[in-house]
Structures are given as structure tokens and as C-alpha cells.
């Protein structure tokens, strides 16, 4: 976003929540230049205040004039399921994605670094967990997945490139298809850890803690 200054502040966030701008705001950012509106669906707020520390919004600012200074003029808390969803969504599929923090040189090797995505949502008749693996080396793995009390160790899959998924659900159609069977209650707490193991190894190569979308 170069070039262009965002002006948000603690008191304009805590009172500009319009119930209607769930209307407004979705899929992915969008800069209208007719109403000289941007709007970002999933924003999480860090180190503004203690109340709106690591919550979701979605916001729309509102251009200054003929610059390219933008103001908040609303936002919307938004859920945080969905939104940490998106988010590790792309955050596993962006092979460019550079994470300082797993780079002491700022280097960006994570298109070669193992990583894991875990993705769960729950009905009130269902259970449904899936959890990906990618630059893995060939060789045999199994995943281990715990909600709560509950706890599941996945069949043993083989994989002759870099890439594995276990699929995990209580619906009888889903399993048929070749998902592992839990049960619909399996998830609770709305959370779901998932770690993806070498064959043999008790350790985890791999480890996600994912929120679960309520349906």
C-alpha cells in the first residue's frame, strides 16, 4: 500500500461499529474510487488497546479529498474462526510468504520449509478436520488430531512427492469418500490441534492449533 496513509485510532475504532457494514464489507479488499471507499474484510488489531487486542474487524475507510490518505469511517467485528482461517489459508498457499521471525538472515526459504495447515468446522450433527502437509520428503506419515479430551491417530499415508492430506469427518457420505471416521461430537471447545508425524516417531515434525468455524 504504497503511498497511501491509514489513519485509525482506538476511539474511532471502539465507536464506529455499524451493525450494517457486514452488507458492505467481504471477500477480498476492495478500493472503490467512485465513493472513494476502501474496504478490508479480516483486519486484526494489534498493540492499539486492551480491548480490541487480536480481535477482528472488518473496516471501511473513506478517502481524504483528491489524496491518497484514507480515515476509518466504520468497522465491524468479524468472526475470528473465519478470519484465522483465511489467513493460514493463504498463508500456507503463498509460497513467497516471509516470515521474519523462521529467518535469521531474511531469507525467504519457506517455499522449501515443511508446513501444515489444519482447517475444522463444526454442525450441530458434525464433525469435519482436515490437515495438510507440503515440502515434506517422501516417506510414510500419520497425523494425530486432539480436540479437548479427544484424540485420533490417522491410518499411515505414503507419499512419493512433497504433498499429504488427512481428511477427518462424522458425515457416512464423507467417509465413503475416503475420509477417516470420527465422531460428530468429536470437536469440542471449538478448537482442533493437529500434528503431522514421521512413521515411527512419536515426535511431530509438524504442529497446528486451529479455531473451528461453527455452521
Given amino acids: 500500500m504504497n503511498g497511501i496513509t491509514l489513519a485509525i485510532t ?21 478500493a472503490d474510487f467512485r465513493t472513494d471507499e476502501l ?24 478517502r481524504r479529498g483528491n489524496s491518497y490518505n484514507y480515515e476509518l469511517s466504520a468497522a465491524e467485528p468479524e468472526d475470528s474462526a473465519l478470519c484465522e482461517r483465511i489467513a493460514d489459508f493463504a498463508e500456507y498457499e503463498d509460497d513467497d510468504y516471509e516470515d521474519d521471525e523462521d529467518s535469521d538472515d531474511g531469507s525467504d526459504d519457506s517455499g522449501s520449509t515443511p ?35 479427544n484424540t485420533l491417530q490417522s491410518m499411515t499415508r505414503t507419499i512419493a512427492d512433497d504433498e499429504l492430506e488427512f481428511d477427518f469427518d462424522s458425515d457416512p457420505d464423507d467417509v465413503a469418500e475416503g475420509a477417516e471416521a470420527i465422531a460428530s461430537d468429536f470437536i469440542t471447545g471449538a478448537q482442533v490441534m493437529a500434528a503431522i508425524h514421521r512413521d515411527g516417531e512419536s515426535e511431530a515434525l509438524l504442529e497446528k492449533t486451529a479455531g473451528c468455524l461453527a455452521r
Avoid: H
Avoid at 42 to 50: A, D, F, K, T, Y
Avoid at 124 to 148: F, H, M, P, Q, W
Fill in 39 to 62: 474496504s478490508i474484510p479480516c483486519v486484526r488489531i494489534q498493540n492499539l488497546s486492551e480491548a480490541t487486542e487480536g480481535m477482528y474487524y472488518d473496516i471501511v475507510l473513506v
Fill in 115 to 149: 508446513d501444515i495447515l489444519a482447517q475444522c468446522e463444526t454442525r450441530s450433527d458434525r464433525s469435519k478436520i482436515s490437515v495438510k502437509g507440503k515440502n515434506l520428503e517422501a516417506g510414510d506419515y500419520y497425523a494425530v488430531i486432539t480436540s479437548g479430551e
Fill in 10 to 30: 482506538g476511539s474511532m475504532l471502539a465507536l464506529s461499529v455499524n451493525s450494517a457494514l457486514a452488507d458492505r464489507v467481504g471477500g477480498s479488499p476492495k
